[in-house]
């Protein structure tokens, strides 16, 4: 067993983790990053979708900190879309422009690590971090066995079932109904429309949840779905679900009939909203594991570039200046909490109808291109607790019917 002290701890080398690494190496601090797998960004348990700096200015208007950080090198962009497709459960569908790139996480979350490796973060790949003990300590398990090792500040950047989180009791209560289980497959020999990232809702589909295709050329995509355990009533898993899915749904019959699946993978998206709590005195949390997704369309690439940052930051600043690390909580909420906070606000209501199919065809339709263009944009058209109060009001008067 053998030990080791650092400024800066860092467990997961996602983006959060790296973009995390850098800036805390860049402000002088001695840091270190601990990832289980073998290969950074491999393997890839994402759709790849991310909004183009300007629509990101648009998304996160406090956050020009967002933009930049997602302003991604062209070499690791595979593909552009400029519409977004959303279909009901009655395969009505809606169009409406939103300019995405669909990036390689293979190869783009490698560069964001070798950027934090050049400023002179170490990262260390195979190795699992057991636990965080209450003096700071870090249980780590590899090759040559285990390990302990103490730091200053501690940032889980570990995921949607961060470990960081729970040892500051910082965890989603209800699990069935905050992280969603999520499967994807690439998939190729497919005709898709290259410039069109098309969404998919409906119970029989992904309950709690949406299906989706995200073109990464004109005859690759990313397939796959999110639901919620909670939104079921079988025990059928992600996989089935997919399955179903890319065989039956009348978009895929025919266009899927030649397709090769090339790559599966599967993860737990955080839809819960950010955690009550994403510091302690010398813990920060960030990325998925503080809950920095986008709950109305399940993003959380540009939060966790986002958080990453803020979170180097406030750990130099905390070891350089005595700077309290609650600065950083008040940080992300003034930058992104407030479309975090209407993202869930617009899921909240989004489950009271999803779990009825007409319902939920009767609200897009009445909503239009229009107003699911808001709504995907983390924005509501009034305040979300007045419509929350005013969408169950009018569910109670439906059900009376
Ligand atoms: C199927 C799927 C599709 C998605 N599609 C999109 C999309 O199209 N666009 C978008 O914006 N977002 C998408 N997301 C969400 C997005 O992938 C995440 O929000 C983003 O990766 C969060 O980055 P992160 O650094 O916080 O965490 P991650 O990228 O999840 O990295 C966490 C790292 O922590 C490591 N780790 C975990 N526990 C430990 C431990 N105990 N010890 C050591 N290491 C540990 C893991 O190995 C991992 O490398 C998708 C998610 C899924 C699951």
Do not use: W
């Given at each position: 067993m053998s030990t080791g002290s650092y400024d800066v701890a860092i467990v997961g080398a996602g983006p959060a983790g790296c973009i995390a690494a850098k800036v805390a190496t860049q402000h002088g601090l001695k840091t270190i990053v601990f990832d289980?797998?073998?290969?950074?960004?491999?393997?890839v348990q994402c759709g790849e979708f991310l909004p183009i700096p300007e629509e990101l200015k648009n998304i996160?208007?406090?956050?020009?900190r967002i933009a930049r950080l997602a302003d991604?090198?062209?070499?690791?962009?595979t593909n552009r879309t400029s519409k977004l497709m959303l279909s009901s459960p009655s395969n009505h569908q809606f169009e409406f422009s939103l300019i995405s790139n669909i990036i390689d996480r293979a190869k783009y979350d490698p560069y964001l690590a070798e950027q934090a490796e050049a400023e002179g973060a170490h990262i260390h790949l195979?190795?699992?971090?057991i636990r965080r003990t209450d003096s700071n300590l870090l249980i780590l398990r590899n090759k040559s066995g285990r390990q302990i090792i103490n730091a200053k500040v501690i940032i889980g950047?570990?995921?949607?079932?961060?470990r960081i989180a729970q040892s500051i009791g910082?965890?989603?209560?209800n699990k069935a109904h905050d992280l969603s289980p999520a499967i994807q497959f690439v998939m190729t020999n497919i005709e898709c429309d290259p410039n069109t990232t098309e969404m998919y809702f409906g119970h029989q589909i992904a309950p709690g949840g949406y299906a989706w295709v995200i073109p990464k050329s004109e005859t690759m995509v990313n397939i796959g779905l999110g639901f919620r355990?909670?939104?079921?009533?079988?025990?059928?898993?992600a996989f089935s679900y997919l399955q179903r899915f890319i065989s039956s749904h009348p978009a895929n019959i025919q266009r899927m009939k030649k397709g090769k699946i090339l790559r599966k993978s599967g993860a737990i998206i955080p839809m819960?909203?950010?955690?009550?709590?994403?510091?302690?005195d010398s813990v920060l949390l960030v990325g998925d594991a503080a809950g920095?997704?986008?709950?109305?369309?399940?993003?959380?690439i540009p939060t966790a570039l986002g958080g990453g940052e803020l979170a180097g930051i406030a750990a130099a600043q905390h070891i350089h200046?005595?700077?309290?690390?609650?600065w950083y909580e008040a940080a992300w909420k003034t930058e992104f909490g407030e479309e975090l906070s209407s993202a869930l606000g617009i899921l909240r209501i989004a489950d009271k109808i999803m779990i009825s199919d007409s319902l939920t065809d009767w609200c897009m339709r009445l909503a239009g291109p229009r107003y699911l263009q808001k709504l995907i944009r983390?924005?509501?058209?009034?305040p979300v607790r007045f419509a929350s109060k005013t969408f169950v009001k009018l569910l109670a008067l439906l059900s009376s019917f």
């Open positions: 289980s797998r073998n290969h950074i960004g491999k393997p996160f208007p406090n956050s020009a991604v090198p062209k070499k690791f962009i195979q190795t699992t971090v950047a570990d995921g949607a079932q961060s910082a965890s989603y209560q355990r909670a939104f079921t009533f079988t025990s059928e898993n819960g909203g950010p955690l009550s709590k994403t510091y302690s920095h997704v986008m709950a109305s369309n399940g993003g959380g200046q005595n700077q309290p690390l609650c983390c924005r509501l058209p009034f």
